[in-house]
């Protein structure tokens, strides 16, 4: 029975390779430094038990094992991607991921489906609704998160708009219905807290929820399909999901220029090396001086005056549920 | 075990060998009921290697979320129309599982005919079938030698959390050792009082501790995680008379296969911080297992290096360390 066909394999590969996958794909993501101390595991279980310093883990090594890794998932529909980490010090991050992945397929196999179309609601008020041309946040903190609580029917029927009132458009009942009940806040704030501890989200210290470098890797070619326009004009217009001038990878939280209309953007990470390559310290595009000052990311929030944390924080919260029980009452 | 273990390393040093990703034309054996598929050259080998690469991420994606690989799962979300390819599929997929995971389903014990209530067991009789009764349900293992099962290597995948994970594996690994060791069964009154011993009666760990609004779980949330996840079967005969002390706790057909004996012997160990002659006699009595094999690792040492392991957890390896028990059962299985 099919005893003649082999799986293709990465020459040379042996079970020292099949157990870095294994802790890989246990892990969700490896860090250089996390790599040697996983190989030097490895490398000591391979060789008797003897010691072996992580530190001699080279780059070379630990790229290798992922050069060999990724061909042999490969024809698997997985894939391994790399990324820095825009928000902590750029470190380098890798991902073993789903080549062709979307939000439900990547969590419907550990959460409901109200949880998962609860995600999708997230999704879209992370970069449709607090991400428009004026503010690029591209993160909600936890009062906006609970708003979403429910599917609110102006989604399913208005979803290219840029209306931002969530409180509108009630009168669509039936779309609402077919999308489910929706969450309770308590259950939000328990999927919140997992998605965090499964790698799906990071939350800063202003509380702010934002997709993690392994989400943004694996998630990359669907949130372009779905939030940005395809026809439009690759340079000039306004795009939901926006790359770095510097690294090409999105940026969720960076610099932009400081002419409101021009589509520049620049991580933190990138952004000395990307001066030291140029004369002056102007827009690529449109030359206006860049100062750096104007954000992508949460800061687009926190860098205004008028921002407080926590109290500003509550009281959203307690709009939200405010907001949340008065629609239960009219059900 | 120690020879099994032989075996498939050899079994993967072939695959090892072998020359890479060249399909071979099948055998003539292989051609039954389906062989005018085989008249096209390419299509049928593509088709193949499509549905085994389907099953894979299939098994992979089920061990994920701790779900059984279930027969009909595969033939409704893998098989499609195809069903009749189930056998060489399968066999495709283990092949691919070992050789680039060192993974490979094993089929869980059918219930034991000792776990029926009275009820059941009339019906099994009534209903003699000619065949070996066989669970049609499998769990994803690790087949990697031993030395690679250490926490260092394995973690707890961040299903939901990782520490959350570590204490999930810790408590079905303690209650299950505490029913083999109770001779495989538990009255439900003693269940309880191990829990309260235990100070886990009323809740446990969440699976994500890290969860401001729900860091703990009502304990009988998570006993029913057990039973539905196949660690714990949870037996209520009530055609037994009385009606007292008739509800039992025994070890579910995952829990035997991920949680074998090695993995209770392990697990005592840890909990008595080390071995001593006394303490292996009385294993090998409880648990019909040989002498501690010459070269383990000791187990106290090597839950001291992994943080993220509470008190005393001798380490996630043991989900994945459960052995090949029946994996020859599907060879006899006919469609
Ligand atoms: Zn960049
Ligand atoms: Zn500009």
Same mark, same amino acid.
Not at chain 1, 317 to 325: H, I, M
Not at chain 2, 18 to 27: C, I, L
């Given at each position: 029975?099919?005893?003649? !066909?082999?799986?293709?394999?990465?020459?040379?590969?042996?079970?020292?390779?099949?157990?870095?996958?294994?802790?890989?794909?246990?892990?969700?993501?490896?860090?250089?430094?996390?790599?040697?101390?996983?190989?030097?595991?490895?490398?000591?279980?391979?060789?008797?038990?003897?010691?072996?310093?992580?530190?001699?883990? @080279?780059?070379?090594?630990?790229?290798?094992?992922?050069? @060999?890794?990724?061909? %042999?998932?490969?024809?698997?529909?997985?894939?391994?991607?790399?990324?820095?980490?825009?928000?902590?010090?750029?470190?380098?991050?890798?991902?073993?991921?789903?080549?062709?992945?979307?939000?439900?397929?990547?969590?419907?196999?550990?959460?409901?489906?109200?949880?998962?179309?609860?995600?999708?609601?997230?999704?879209?008020?992370?970069?449709?609704?607090?991400?428009?041309?004026?503010?690029?946040?591209?993160?909600?903190?936890?009062?906006? %998160?609970?708003?979403?609580?429910?599917? %609110?029917?102006?989604?399913?029927?208005?979803?290219?708009?840029?209306?931002?009132?969530?409180?509108?458009?009630?009168?669509?009942?039936?779309?609402?219905?077919? @999308?489910?009940?929706?969450?309770?806040?308590?259950?939000?704030?328990?999927?919140?807290?997992?998605?965090?501890?499964?790698?799906?989200?990071?939350?800063?210290?202003?509380?702010?929820?934002?997709?993690?470098?392994?989400?943004?890797?694996?998630?990359?070619? !669907?949130?372009? %399909?779905?939030?940005?326009?395809?026809?439009?004009?690759?340079?000039?217009? !306004?795009?939901?999901?926006?790359?770095?001038?510097?690294?090409?990878?999105?940026?969720?939280?960076?610099?932009?220029?400081?002419?409101?209309?021009?589509?520049?953007?620049?991580?933190?990470?990138?952004?000395?090396?990307?001066?030291?390559?140029?004369?002056?310290?102007?827009?690529?595009?449109?030359?206006?001086? !860049?100062?750096?000052?104007?954000?992508?990311?949460?800061?687009?929030?926190?860098?205004?005056?008028?921002?407080?944390?926590?109290?500003?924080?509550?009281?959203?919260?307690?709009?939200?549920?405010?907001?949340?029980?008065?629609?239960?009452?009219?059900? | 075990?120690?020879?099994?273990?032989?075996?498939?390393?050899?079994?993967?040093?072939?695959?090892?060998?072998?020359? *890479?990703?060249?399909?071979?034309?099948?055998?003539?054996?292989?051609?039954?009921?389906?062989?005018?598929?085989?008249?096209?050259?390419?299509?049928?080998?593509?088709?193949?290697?499509?549905?085994?690469? /389907?099953? =894979?991420?299939?098994?992979?994606?089920?061990?994920?979320?701790?779900?059984?690989?279930?027969?009909?799962?595969?033939?409704?979300?893998?098989?499609?129309?195809?069903?009749?390819?189930?056998?060489?599929?399968?066999?495709?997929?283990?092949?691919?599982?070992?050789?680039?995971?060192?993974?490979? *389903?094993?089929? $869980?014990?059918?219930?034991?005919?000792?776990? *029926?209530?009275?009820?059941?067991?009339?019906?099994?009789?009534?209903?003699?079938?000619?065949?070996?009764?066989?669970? /049609?349900?499998? =769990?994803? =293992?690790?087949?990697?030698?031993?030395?690679?099962?250490?926490?260092?290597?394995?973690?707890?995948?961040?299903?939901?959390?990782?520490?959350?994970?570590?204490?999930? =594996?810790? $408590?079905?690994?303690?209650?299950?050792?505490?029913?083999?060791?109770?001779?495989?069964?538990?009255?439900?009154?003693?269940?309880?009082?191990?829990?309260?011993?235990?100070?886990?009666?009323?809740?446990?760990?969440?699976?994500?501790?890290?969860?401001?609004?729900?860091?703990?779980?009502?304990?009988?949330?998570?006993?029913?995680?057990?039973?539905?996840?196949?660690? $714990?079967?949870?037996?209520?005969?009530?055609?037994?008379?009385?009606?007292?002390?008739?509800?039992?706790?025994?070890?579910?057909?995952?829990?035997?296969?991920?949680?074998?004996?090695?993995?209770?012997?392990?697990?005592?160990?840890?909990?008595?911080?080390?071995?001593?002659?006394?303490?292996?006699?009385?294993?090998?009595?409880?648990?019909?297992?040989?002498?501690?094999?010459?070269?383990?690792?000791?187990?106290?040492?090597?839950?001291?290096?992994?943080?993220?392991?509470?008190?005393?957890?001798?380490?996630?390896?043991?989900?994945?360390?459960?052995?090949?028990?029946?994996?020859?059962?599907?060879?006899?299985?006919?469609?």
């Amino acid at each position: 029975m099919g005893d003649e !066909w082999e799986p293709p394999l990465p020459a040379g590969y042996s079970d020292v390779n099949r157990a870095f996958l294994q802790a890989f794909m246990a892990r969700g993501t490896l860090t250089f430094r996390e790599g040697q101390r996983l190989l030097a595991a490895i490398q000591s279980a391979s060789e008797g038990g003897s010691h072996i310093d992580p530190a001699s883990i @080279t780059m070379d090594e630990f790229q290798n094992f992922i050069r @060999t890794a990724r061909d %042999a998932v490969e024809p698997l529909d997985f894939d391994i991607r790399n990324t820095r980490d825009q928000i902590r010090g750029g470190e380098r991050v890798w991902a073993f991921i789903n080549a062709h992945s979307d939000p439900a397929t990547q969590l419907s196999t550990t959460h409901t489906p109200e949880e998962v179309a609860y995600v999708k609601r997230l999704l879209d008020a992370m970069f449709e609704q607090y991400n428009t041309p004026r503010m690029e946040v591209m993160a909600v903190d936890e009062g906006q %998160a609970l708003r979403v609580s429910r599917p %609110a029917a102006r989604r399913e029927s208005n979803m290219n708009g840029n209306d931002n009132d969530d409180e509108e458009h009630q009168e669509d009942g039936a779309a609402a219905a077919a @999308t489910g009940r929706g969450l309770k806040h308590s259950e939000v704030l328990s999927l919140l807290s997992s998605l965090v501890a499964e790698g799906w989200l990071d939350k800063s210290l202003n509380g702010f929820y934002s997709l993690t470098p392994r989400s943004l890797m694996e998630l990359w070619s !669907w949130l372009v %399909a779905t939030y940005n326009e395809s026809d439009a004009d690759a340079d000039d217009d !306004w795009q939901r999901i926006k790359f770095c001038e510097a690294c090409k990878e999105i940026v969720t939280y960076g610099q932009r220029c400081n002419e409101p209309n021009c589509t520049i953007r620049l991580h933190d990470i990138c952004e000395d090396g990307f001066w030291r390559t140029r004369p002056e310290r102007k827009c690529p595009k449109c030359s206006t001086p !860049w100062e750096g000052n104007h954000y992508v990311g949460e800061r687009a929030v926190t860098s205004r005056s008028g921002f407080q944390r926590g109290r500003g924080r509550r009281a959203r919260r307690t709009e939200a549920a405010e907001a949340e029980e008065n629609g239960a009452d009219e059900e | 075990m120690p020879v099994q273990q032989r075996l498939r390393r050899q079994a993967a040093q072939n695959v090892d060998d072998d020359d *890479m990703g060249q399909p071979h034309p099948q055998s003539p054996g292989e051609v039954d009921s389906d062989g005018d598929e085989q008249m096209a050259e390419v299509g049928p080998r593509d088709e193949t290697t499509q549905l085994i690469k /389907n099953l =894979v991420r299939y098994a992979l994606s089920c061990e994920y979320s701790r779900a059984p690989i279930r027969r009909d799962g595969i033939k409704e979300k893998v098989l499609g129309s195809n069903g009749r390819e189930f056998k060489r599929v399968f066999a495709g997929a283990q092949k691919q599982l070992r050789a680039t995971f060192g993974m490979e *389903m094993v089929e $869980l014990p059918t219930k034991d005919r000792n776990l *029926m209530t009275a009820e059941q067991k009339r019906k099994a009789a009534k209903s003699q079938t000619q065949k070996e009764p066989t669970s /049609n349900t499998y =769990v994803l =293992v690790s087949v990697l030698p031993e030395a690679y099962t250490t926490p260092a290597i394995i973690t707890p995948s961040k299903v939901q959390s990782a520490e959350g994970e570590a204490a999930y =594996v810790a $408590l079905y690994t303690m209650i299950i050792a505490i029913i083999t060791l109770s001779g495989g069964e538990l009255s439900e009154p003693r269940l309880r009082r191990h829990l309260t011993r235990l100070n886990v009666s009323e809740n446990m760990p969440s699976l994500n501790p890290n969860d401001e609004t729900s860091p703990s779980e009502k304990t009988e949330m998570v006993l029913q995680r057990m039973v539905r996840q196949g660690y $714990l079967v949870k037996l209520t005969d009530s055609r037994s008379g009385g009606d007292e002390d008739q509800t039992t706790w025994h070890v579910g057909p995952r829990g035997k296969v991920e949680v074998d004996k090695e993995v209770i012997a392990a697990f005592v160990r840890t909990i008595y911080g080390g071995s001593d002659d006394e303490l292996e006699n009385r294993l090998q009595v409880s648990l019909k297992i040989r002498d501690r094999k010459p070269g383990v690792p000791d187990m106290v040492e090597e839950v001291a290096e992994e943080e993220a392991a509470p008190n005393g957890d001798p380490g996630p390896s043991n989900r994945r360390r459960g052995r090949r028990r029946q994996t020859e059962a599907y060879d006899e299985e006919s469609d």
